[in-house]
Every structure is written in C-alpha cells, then in structure tokens.
C-alpha cells in the first residue's frame, strides 16, 4: 500500500465512521483515531510520509474555518472572560506546570525543551471538543465556550511553542523579546486576516456565481494562514480573523443557493479533513512506539505524569476560575454564556482533550539546534506529548457520553423553544408588513391578498406552532396535512420526470449538456 491508497483509506474511514459512531452513540473522532491506531499495527500499512512542517498548514485552516462558520463574532465578544481565561490564562499555567514536571522526572531535559513540552500539550482541540460536545446535546453555552477555548487556546500556545523552541534551538531566551514577538504576531495575524477578508469580500463581488465564491473560501484560510506566518504572525489567528470577518459581512439573505452551497460544501469538507487528521493521530503511533524501545515502561510513567497534570490542572484552575466568572457575571452580562453548575464545570473539565494541534507541534520539533547537536530529549517529548494525546483523546473521549448521561447535563430546551417562538413571529411579522407595503402599491384581488396573508401566517406556524392558539393551530394542521398530500404526489410527478430526462442522457443524438440543464432546473424545482 503506498500513501496515496493510505490517504484514500483515510478519506474513507472519515466518512464511515460518522454514522458508525451515531449508531454507537460514540464520538467520530475517537472512532477515527482507534481506526488509525489498527492501521499502525497492520504489517500492509505503511509508515507515513508527511514533513512535519506542513501538517499544520495543511489541516488546522479548514478545520478552524470550518468551526467558525457555527459561531459568531458577538459570540466572543459577549464570551471574552471566559474564553481569555481558558485561552489565555490556563494554557499559560498548563505550560508553567508541564515543564515543572518535566523538568524534574525527565533526566537531562533542558527547561526550554519542557517548556515547549507544556506548549504543545496546553492547548485542548478545538475539533475533538466541537465534534464531541456538539454531539451530545449539551447546553449551548458550554459548547459555545468550548469552541472559543479550542479557537483561542491554538494562538497562544503556538506563540509560546515557537518562543521554546528558539530558546532550545539558540541556547539563549529572552523576555522582552519573547514578550515582543507575541504582541507582533497577533498585531500582524489581525492585519492580514482584516486585509485578506476585505479582498475576499471584493472579489466575491466580482465572481458572483455562487460555486466559484465557495470555491474561493476554500482558498481563503490557507492563503491567510501561509500569509500570516510568512510574515511573523499567527496563522491561526489570521484564519480565525479572516473567518470571523467574512461571517460578520457576507451575510446576505436573500443569496439562498450560496449560503446551502457553502453550507453543504463546508460539512463535507470539516468531514474529511476531521477524518483524515484523527487518523493520522492513530498512524503516527506506530513510529512514535518506535523510538521507545527498550524503554516503554520508563516513557509511559513520564508520560502518565503529564497526564495526570494536564487533567489535574485544568479542574483546578476550572473551578475557581468559573466561581470568579459568576461573580463577575452581572445582569448587563445576559449575553455571556457560563456554567451554571459544577455538573457543567466537571463536563468543560472532561471535554478537554488533545489533539490535531499537538501532534502537529510535537512532530514539528527540529531535529537538531543552531551548533548541530540533537535536539535534547526530542524523542522523550514526543512519546510523552503523544501519551497526553491518546490518553485525553480515547479515554475522556469515549467516557464523555456516559459522564454527560451520568451528571444530567442537558441542553436547556425551554430557552431555544422561547428563542424559536420569538424568530416565528418575528419573520411572520416582517412578512405580514411586507405584504402590507405591497398591497399599498399594487392593486391586488382581494382573494390573491387572503391566500398571502395565510402564506405569511403559515411562516410562522410553520418555524413553531406553538406562535398561535389552539382553534388556528387546528386549521393550520388540516391545511398542512393537504399539503403534505399535495407535496407528495408532486414529488412523484417530478420523480417521474426527472427519470424521463436523465434516461433520454443515453439516447442517441442526446446532447448531455441540455438535458443536465433541465435535469438541474427539476431538481431546484424539486428543493422547492
């Protein structure tokens, strides 16, 4: 089996394993991650081959893209204590703990060395916790802090990643200069992600046809990210920049077949991309057990202390840290989304594994420093980094569910039913005014204006029932269940002719082109 036939087995899997872990009630990810970790092991499966430089830039941009497109910036904005105290702050203690203990159970490891250890094993995975917590039906809130610590976390240990490693790298460190480089990669990664996502919009103008403006998305979080990091900024926060820009300003209402193209295209893409980096979490075992030989016991005690420290302190910088969140929290905060409970915080505790970043940062450790010698204890970082991988990614992973059913931790559907209430009359309302200012302009038959006021009453019934009373939702049932009637011989009338065109493709003298048109013009007829 050569790389090529890897990667498609891995494309494969990706998509497999989403119904497979619905049916098992497990996340995909995980499932994706053990199927890698049987891979490994396989004697046909071969080592893979891909330059540790370029896994970031090739997997994080559309996953990051990808997980912005179900959030907002208002989102973050209302989310800012939270979020910087689970980005910022505790990817800083995590770090500061991590070389701690490295730097005292691993013989001979330099404390730069540790440091970057603490760096690339700080940062919770923003995919795994989406993927994972999403799929749960936890509170919004929590999978909304969830998804901005994941996003977040990713820029600042990154900074502190690189920082390390030139430390290791040169032998020397400096504060003001480690201090001045973070504050010039975020200034520069804001920069560039305005800029790109203001031409990005200009250029979306320009091209108009909604396949080639998705087409242009795709190229825009690699473009950003390469950007970014070529001129000494942070690709993930030029990404998250980017992204969070073109949410806030390409949103146009009424650009229905762009925004179901995006929409579908991004799910397939986040699918495979997700696939394919968690399987390659599994595949990177193989090699990693490699370098532990005639030493596993030793590396996996180091490794399981890791572990139990990552775990350990993000419950116990979680706890007060949440406490001093609803203390903070007042009624001008209403926006702000944070646990409410400590059977929410013990959940945020838990969801908090490792992932695509990690094994990107671990695998990206130089070989050698500035004067030739070996990078110290690279091998010892790497077994240890994948250890607090697959520990916090299979294990809390696969025990998430029976944890989240164990506390009761639901989402709150009173609230969305309100939200959805709310929405129904207020898009029943605009269309009723809409219809009004119409009717104002156009003389309209007093039947045509009764059959549209129904229509736009029928919005909102339709969105939540629960907008009107008992005797309307009765009458708005029967007209349903006849259109529903009518709805289905009509999807068998066009099923029907939509059998005749796509036979009359392999008739003779058939020009395909014309009867793909109209084949496309049924199935939009179709959607409708």
């Given at each position: 089996m050569d790389q090529m036939a890897l990667l498609l087995l891995l494309l494969l899997g990706a998509v497999v394993t989403v119904p497979l872990g619905e049916r098992l009630k497990l996340p995909a990810p995980v499932l994706m991650t053990l199927a890698g970790v049987a891979m490994a092991f396989a004697s046909f499966v071969p080592d893979i081959d891909i330059p540790p430089e370029f896994i970031l830039p090739a997997l994080l941009p559309p996953l990051l893209y990808a997980s912005v497109q179900r959030t907002s910036w208002r989102q973050f904005a209302a989310n800012r204590r939270p979020i910087f105290l689970l980005a910022v702050a505790l990817v800083f203690v995590t770090t500061a703990a991590v070389a701690a203990v490295a730097d005292a159970v691993v013989p001979g490891l330099p404390i730069a060395a540790a440091v970057a250890l603490g760096a690339l094993v700080a940062p919770p995975?923003?995919?795994?916790?989406?993927?994972?917590?999403?799929?749960?039906?936890?509170?919004?809130?929590?999978?909304?802090?969830?998804?901005?610590?994941g996003l977040f976390n990713d820029v600042t240990a990154i900074v502190l990643y690189h920082v390390a490693i030139a430390a290791a790298v040169s032998g020397s460190f400096s504060l003001p200069e480690a201090f001045g480089l973070l504050v010039l990669s975020a200034v520069v990664a804001v920069v560039v992600g305005l800029v790109l996502g203001w031409l990005t919009i200009k250029l979306m103008g320009l091209l108009g046809d909604a396949t080639l403006q998705v087409g242009l998305t795709l190229l825009v979080p690699f473009v950003s990210y390469v950007l970014a990091e070529e001129l000494m900024g942070s690709g993930v926060l030029a990404v998250l920049t980017t992204a969070l820009f073109l949410a806030e300003h390409t949103a146009d209402a009424d650009d229905v077949q762009g925004r179901l193209t995006g929409r579908s295209f991004w799910e397939i893409v986040d699918t495979l991309v997700t696939g394919v980096a968690f399987g390659l979490i599994g595949l990177e075992l193989h090699s990693v057990f490699g370098t532990a030989a005639g030493r596993l016991p030793e590396l996996l005690g180091w490794g399981l202390a890791v572990v139990a420290v990552v775990v350990g302190v993000r419950l116990l910088w979680l706890l007060p840290a949440t406490w001093l969140a609803q203390r903070m929290h007042t009624r001008r905060d209403y926006s702000e989304e944070i646990p409410t409970s400590w059977r929410e915080t013990v959940v945020m505790w838990w969801a908090g594994m490792r992932g695509v970043a990690s094994v990107a940062l671990a695998l990206a450790i130089p070989l050698e420093t500035d004067d030739g010698a070996p990078f110290p204890?690279?091998?010892?970082?790497?077994?240890?980094?994948?250890?607090?991988?697959m520990a916090t990614l299979v294990v809390q992973g696969l025990t998430l569910p029976w944890?989240?059913?164990?506390?009761?931790?639901r989402a709150d559907t009173d609230a969305e039913r309100a939200l959805e209430r709310d929405l129904a009359v207020r898009a029943a309302g605009a269309a009723?005014?809409?219809?009004?200012?119409?009717?104002?302009?156009?003389?309209?038959?007093?039947?045509?204006?009764?059959?549209?006021?129904?229509?736009?009453?029928?919005?909102?019934?339709r969105i939540s029932p629960d907008v009107v009373d008992e005797e309307r939702r009765e009458a708005y049932a029967r007209r349903a269940e006849r259109f529903r009637a009518v709805s289905r011989v009509q999807r068998d009338m066009l099923s029907a002719a939509r059998h005749e065109v796509l036979a009359a493709r392999n008739e003779p003298g058939s020009d395909p082109e014309v009867v793909d048109r109209v084949l496309r013009y049924l199935d939009v007829r179709s959607l409708r």
């Open positions: 995975d923003p995919v795994a916790a989406t993927a994972v917590a999403g799929s749960l039906g936890l509170p919004r809130r929590l999978v909304s802090i969830l998804e901005g610590e204890g690279r091998d010892e970082i790497v077994f240890i980094a994948f250890t607090v991988i944890l989240v059913r164990r506390l009761g931790v009723k005014r809409c219809l009004k200012e119409i009717e104002a302009r156009e003389d309209l038959p007093d039947e045509v204006v009764e059959r549209l006021q129904r229509a736009a009453y029928d919005i909102g019934a």
